[in-house]
Structure formats: C-alpha cells, structure tokens
C-alpha cells in the first residue's frame, strides 16, 4: 500500500484529499500544525469508513521539528505521495503590510515546502515512483490585490516545483501544482458573499473541495505519470 502525506490535512481542501486519496486505496498520514484534534477526527473517519489513515503533528516552519517528524514517519518505510498544502494568508497592502506578515506566508507556504519535501526525496526516489502536489493558488498564478505575501509564496512554489521536476524526472516521479481558485469553505466564506464569487467567476460558483481532491488523485495516480513541472488551475474559468 503506498503512503501519503498531506500537510494541512486537517482544513476544508486537505480533509477532502485525504478522503480521496483514502478512497483510492492509499494509507494517508493528515498532518496538523495546531489543530491536532481536526487531524485525528479525519483520520479516524477514514479507518472508520475502511480506509487506512493515521495523524501527525509538526509546524513545517520548524526544519528541526519537522526533520524529526518525518524521520519517525519513515521508520515505517518511504512516503511515496507528498500533497504539500499547508499554507496561510495574512493579508494587507503592501505598503501597510509588516515584516512580520510577509515573512509568516513565505515561511510557511514556500519554506515549508522545502522543510518537508526534501528528506522525502531519497527514500522516494529510492521506489522509482513518486508523486509530490502542492497546492497553489489563483493568487499565485494571476496576482491578487492585498495579497502580494501569498502570491509571492505560491507562486515561489511554481519556479521550484518545476525545476524539482526536472531534477527527479529519470526517477519515476513528477512534480506538479494545482491552483485553485474561490473554493467552498470557511476561507472563501470570510472573504466571498455569493453576489462576488457571480462577479469574479465565470461559472458564477464557488469550486468545491471535493473537486480539487479529485484532480489531486489523478496526479497521484499511475495514469497520471507523463505529467510533470505544470501547474494546473481549477477555478471555474477564471483567466
């Protein structure tokens, strides 16, 4: 059975794809920074439904924490599908924004990424198959007023999940990135009336997480594995 962990595993579009990737027959590891019991209640609905999940607890920002997180979680062999959502907003204009604000979205977005991704590498690349996905953003794709942090940090995650494909290209995994854009949930509810999601979406709709969880089990399916170094938005036509 192959292993994946998803970080953020325990909010609106990380439980959706640790439900998926249950569902396809992967033991999945829901990963929480501070909401552990969230984490715990997704993993135990999935062994309860006949899937295969346990929870984890580390902060990405952590490289310390998470090294020795990762270390314990490989004792049990290597983890072949990484979804790397973990992320937060703080949003301001850039010209009142804080150090502080900046810094707490690149480190958590982008260094996390890092943090996690890469003592996964070798024993990956060990099996000759992989799958690592990390979620992005419209913001980090088209730009977002307020956002300049976020769109940054997501759209750091394009440059280095492309040039991390070509890297592990000869080794059986691929790298890729989904953007969503207004996805149903209590993020888009704090910052989206239904009349706005009309305006801004063309589908006049907010997306669903069960339909970014859907496209994520396909890139981390065998079917999936001439595909690589893309980044592939879901936002109901928003260009």
């Known amino acids: 059975m192959k292993r994946a962990l998803v970080t953020g595993g325990s909010g609106d579009i990380g439980s959706a794809i640790c439900q998926r990737l249950a569902a396809d027959g992967v033991h999945v590891i829901v990963h929480a920074n501070s909401n552990l019991a969230r984490a715990e209640a997704v993993a135990a609905e999935i062994n ?15 490289g310390a924490a998470t090294e020795q997180a990762l270390e314990g979680l490989l004792e049990a062999g290597p983890i072949q599908i990484l979804v790397n959502n973990a992320g937060i907003h703080e949003d301001a204009p850039m010209a009142g924004m804080s150090r502080e604000q900046w810094q707490r979205v690149i480190n958590v977005s982008l260094n996390g990424f890092f943090n996690v991704t890469q003592p996964l590498l070798m024993p990956m690349m060990r099996t000759r198959w992989g799958r690592i996905i990390s979620l992005s953003s419209v913001a980090g794709v088209m730009g977002n007023r307020g956002q300049a942090n976020y769109a940054a940090a997501k759209s750091g995650l394009h440059g280095a999940s492309r040039s991390l494909a070509i890297e592990l290209a000869s080794r059986g995994v691929t790298v890729n990135v989904v ?10 509810q704090q910052g989206f009336n239904s009349e706005r999601i009309k305006q801004l979406v063309p589908m ?24 690589s170094a893309q980044v592939i938005s879901i936002n109901g036509a928003m260009c």
């Open 48 to 62: 309860a439904s006949g899937g295969s999940a346990k929870s984890v607890q580390f902060d990405v920002v952590d």
């Open 204 to 227: 006049k709709r907010a997306g669903e997480p069960e339909e970014v969880a859907s496209l994520v089990s396909f890139l981390a399916s065998d079917e999936s594995g001439y595909i």
């Open 179 to 188: 953007a969503p854009g207004i996805i149903q949930g209590s993020m888009s």
